[in-house]
């Protein structure tokens, strides 16, 4: 389109010029005919040679033609064909004809044009003259000789008069179309240039819109990308790493237990039956949540938190010795013994089983280390929930915290 612009305004560029062009090199053609036509009928006057005359009409013809193709287009309507016929009649090219109308009908209101129009017009009263006095040299050597030198010289000053006129005329003219040409020439020149700026300024505005555009799509589909990428690896609910996340995790933290043991939670939540059960899912689901918050509170930075599926969620503790991860197991499990869980002013208590286990072998697979941790909470569900169940090869091994409120009543 910026193309298509810019080569349209060129276009009109090199059309206006060439029309002013063609009317220069007319009026060039049309001044000396009018010269030809006054120095062959004044040979004939001294002559009587009918060849002078037919000269005189020959060159006579040339203004003739453009006055007639001039007086077409000042018709309402205009009459193309009879100006076509008048511009050739007056010795214009005929590649310029249409540009010389085109010219005329659209542009004859600008000044300079007005201005050249009305200096031509006002030669049309001089070739009637010269036509006419044509004629009555003619009709008067029909008789012979014109012998009266008064005479004579009456009507050769009469030609040198008329020659003098269109002289005038036809610089006036040619000046006012030399100077409208320049004129045309710089306004033109100036509309091309800023043109060109407008359309350098839209193509790079253009350009910027574009980058912008593609930017914001790339920038959409890496959002989508990462959305998908999240989704993927995600629980939707809590926002936790999901299963094929943490067994991506756990595969890989496997590969690099080289660089210190590796401790890893499963944990089971005890009765969330019950809730999902008298309140319904989405109490359950409110219930997952706040777990979900509370497993994390704690954690180390590099350590990873997982919702394996329904009530089950596992912890990736990263070269954390066996204690440690025992202790920070049992800080979960207190932590969700004191937790309470509150829906439709009913109250809730909240333990959970934990199964752990710690890895030092780098030949265990991933399939071992969860059928361990499992094993273990597990074990830890038989021995009567809310314990931290320790993998060893001593599998009686239990960690068992009673609840704040079953101390004090023992205590009571």
């Known amino acids: 389109m910026v193309v298509v612009l810019q080569a349209t305004i060129a276009g009109f560029s090199l059309e206006v010029m060439s029309s002013v062009r063609a009317y220069v090199a007319g009026e060039a053609l049309w001044s000396r005919s009018q010269k030809n036509a006054v120095y062959f009928l004044n040979l004939y006057l001294h002559s009587g040679e009918p060849s002078q005359f037919a000269q005189y009409q020959a060159s006579l013809a040339v203004p003739i033609g453009d006055e007639f193709a001039r007086w077409a287009l000042e018709r309402d309507p205009v009459d193309v064909e009879a100006a076509r016929i008048g511009f050739l009649q007056g010795g214009n090219h005929p590649d310029d004809v249409p540009g010389l109308i085109w010219l005329f009908r659209y542009f004859n209101g600008v000044s300079f044009l007005q201005e050249a129009i009305h200096e031509w017009t006002a030669t049309d009263p001089m070739l009637l003259e010269l036509s006419v006095f044509g004629e009555v040299i003619r009709s008067e050597l029909a008789k012979g000789p014109v012998r009266d030198n008064g005479r004579l010289q009456f009507l050769s000053a009469r030609l040198s008069e008329l020659n003098t006129q269109f002289t005038v005329h036809a610089k006036r003219f ?18 091309n240039i800023a043109t060109a700026a407008a359309l350098i300024l839209l193509l790079i505005w253009h350009t910027r819109r574009l980058v912008l555009q593609r930017q914001a799509f790339e920038d959409a589909l890496h959002a989508e990308k990462e959305r998908l990428a999240w989704q993927a690896s995600h629980d939707w609910l809590t926002g936790l790493s999901n299963r094929r996340a943490f067994e991506a995790r756990l595969q890989g933290e496997l590969d690099n237990v080289a660089a210190g043991p590796l401790g890893l939670i499963l944990l089971d939540l005890d009765q969330f039956k019950n809730v999902n059960d008298s309140c319904g899912h989405l109490a359950g689901d409110r219930l997952l949540c706040q777990v979900s918050s509370l497993l994390q509170r704690d954690r180390r930075p590099h350590d990873l938190v997982a919702r394996l599926g329904g009530d089950e969620f596992g912890l990736i503790l990263p070269q954390c010795s066996p204690s440690s991860t025992v202790d920070i197991a049992e ?8 937790f309470s869980f509150t829906w439709d002013d009913r109250c809730f208590a909240v333990t959970a089983s934990v199964g752990v286990t710690c890895i030092a072998d780098r030949d265990t697979s991933l399939e071992e280390a969860m059928r361990r941790a499992d094993a273990a909470c597990y074990r830890a569900k038989e021995k009567g929930r809310n314990r931290v169940q320790v993998d060893s090869v001593r599998p ?9 409120r079953e101390a004090v009543a023992a205590q009571g």
Not at 331 to 338: A, D, F, K, M, T
Not at 396 to 404: F, I, S, Y
């Open 174 to 191: 040619s000046a006012v179309l030399g100077e409208g040409s320049r004129a045309i020439k710089v306004t033109l020149t100036c509309i």
């Open 331 to 338: 800080r979960l499990r207190r932590s969700l013994e004191l």
């Open 396 to 404: 009686d091994v239990v960690l068992v915290a009673p609840r704040p």
